[in-house]
């Protein structure tokens, strides 16, 4: 459909709701586009910078013998690089020939410490976070604005969802049938870029419904507030054992790290007779944490945490996201009492709600973490992200007006149809999704009080 004047009305019912529909795609996708084309490259630097580099120098070689070193010593020596520090985590290495990790907090800063199990000799150290993978990390999780560009991502993933649910119904195959709606047709100008936008983000929408809610579960209203309260794993379930007043996310240094079914969730707390069975001996350090963590399945790559303050635990944790494993159903958090050596809690992918499951699974579908075929598959999404804001671009250009100062919105019908279930509709995306219902309504406000009133600055945008 190629519209010569945005001025131009359209006639009968379902050809009004069409030009509905496209003006909300055409203002939503205004705000959207430059959001979704960061996001889509910044995730593409980072799936790529992950598989090839590894994260915190998980991939750092060693030769392999026969023979490794206590654990405890490979923490001293770690620790001796920075005798004012405090150790705060080892992570085990995911194959025999690879160095084994230690985090020491030294003067407020994180330094890692890769160090040869086989010789307990350091290779190196840096700074925690501070690669070139966590710099694109910062800009797709808040673009290092902290709380505002929280807000601001928040608002555009929101919208986005608004994007695709106008995209799909303009794009439906109402009269031009599935082959046409689901293959290009050949052509030139603009029907062949319309045609190649269509198939494109028909194909692509679901996944990308995907990767907005799975990333919307990690934001500030939708997803803290929101979702993630309602269905944390209840320590409830953690009978007679004692709680700390801090929570899961007390463990996240600066990104998040805990699975998102535990952070809001307390932490037990280390100093009574309560839990099962665990470390065998009358001495409870590293050395004995690591073999039952081995004793109860934590094969290759996991993470221990240092017990923090009087009533810390040690905690023992694999799970996808922090690509521990290839696998979110082999998600596990283990607590174990520092004095006792007794275990407080332990937290399976089958003890997490449904919401808690998805998300498992949607966060590691999100990243990329299971394996090379989920780097592929999500590089291919990006790609389709990345083709959809360009088309859209060009999809403009060629219906621009040849009077300049124009946008060229669509317009709007004068009467529209049924529009008791536009605004139910627009009230349900409002009330499911804050942020996007915030700006729906700053969108109406700023057209009924301001353009309204302005009509040379409302002619200019449309």
């Known amino acids: 459909m190629n519209m010569s004047t945005s001025s131009a009305q359209p ?4 050809q009004k709701l069409y030009f509905a529909a496209w003006r909300w795609h055409f203002y939503t996708g205004l705000f959207v586009i430059p959001f979704l084309t960061a996001l889509a490259v910044t995730g593409l630097a980072m799936l790529w910078i992950a598989w090839i580099d590894g994260r915190d120098g998980e991939h750092t070689a060693v030769t392999l013998q026969e023979q490794g070193m206590p654990l405890s010593a490979q923490a001293d020596a770690a620790q001796a690089v920075l005798p004012d520090g405090a150790l705060k985590q080892y992570v085990a290495p995911r194959g025999p020939d690879l160095a084994a990790l230690f985090r020491v907090d030294h003067n407020g800063d994180a330094i890692m410490v890769a160090v040869d199990p086989y010789t307990a000799t350091v290779i190196q150290t840096f700074p925690r976070r501070s690669g070139w993978y966590d710099f694109a990390d910062g800009l797709h999780s808040d673009l290092m604005l902290g709380v505002t560009g929280d807000r601001m991502l928040e608002t555009a993933a929101s919208l986005a969802l608004v994007l695709i649910a106008t995209g799909l119904y303009m794009w439906w195959p109402r009269k031009i049938g599935w082959r046409r709606a689901l ?3 050949p052509g030139r100008g603009r029907s062949l870029w319309k045609s190649l936008h269509g198939v494109v983000g028909i194909w692509v929408s679901l996944l990308l419904v995907l990767f907005l809610v799975s990333g919307l579960s990690w934001a500030g209203i939708w997803g803290e507030k929101m979702v993630q309260a309602w269905n944390q794993f209840p320590a409830e379930k953690w009978d007679n054992v004692p709680l700390s007043d801090d929570t899961h996310a ?3 240094h600066t990104r998040r790290e805990v699975p998102w079914a535990l952070e ?10 309560a839990g099962l069975s665990g470390v065998s001996g009358p001495v409870v350090n590293i050395d004995s944490v690591d073999t039952l963590a081995r004793q109860i399945g934590f094969t290759g790559r996991y993470q221990l945490s240092i017990p923090r303050g009087d009533s810390g635990v040690w905690t023992l944790s694999r799970d996808s996201m922090s690509t521990d494993s290839t696998n979110p159903t082999s998600d596990r958090t283990v607590h174990v009492d520092r004095y006792t050596g007794k275990i407080l809690a332990d937290v399976r992918f089958v003890d997490y709600s449904w919401t808690g499951k998805a998300m498992a699974v949607g966060i590691a579908l999100h990243m990329g973490t299971l394996g090379l075929w989920s780097v592929l598959a999500n590089t291919l999404v990006c790609l389709s992200v990345l083709f959809l804001c360009g088309s859209a671009v060009v999809l403009w250009w060629k219906r621009r007006p040849t009077s300049a100062g124009r946008l060229a919105a669509p317009p ?9 279930g536009a605004m139910l509709v627009g009230l349900a995306v ?3 999704f804050p942020m996007a219902g915030l700006a729906l309504l700053c969108v109406m406000c700023i057209d009924g009080l301001v353009l309204s009133r302005l009509p040379n600055l409302r002619k200019r945008l449309t």
């Open 11 to 14: 006639q009968g019912g379902a």
């Open 183 to 185: 293959l290009p047709t």
């Open 264 to 273: 809001q969730t307390p932490m037990p707390a280390s100093g009574s007779e």
């Open 250 to 252: 007390s463990m996240d």
């Open 412 to 420: 709007m019908p004068k009467e529209l149809p049924i529009w008791q």
């Open 430 to 432: 409002s009330m499911a």
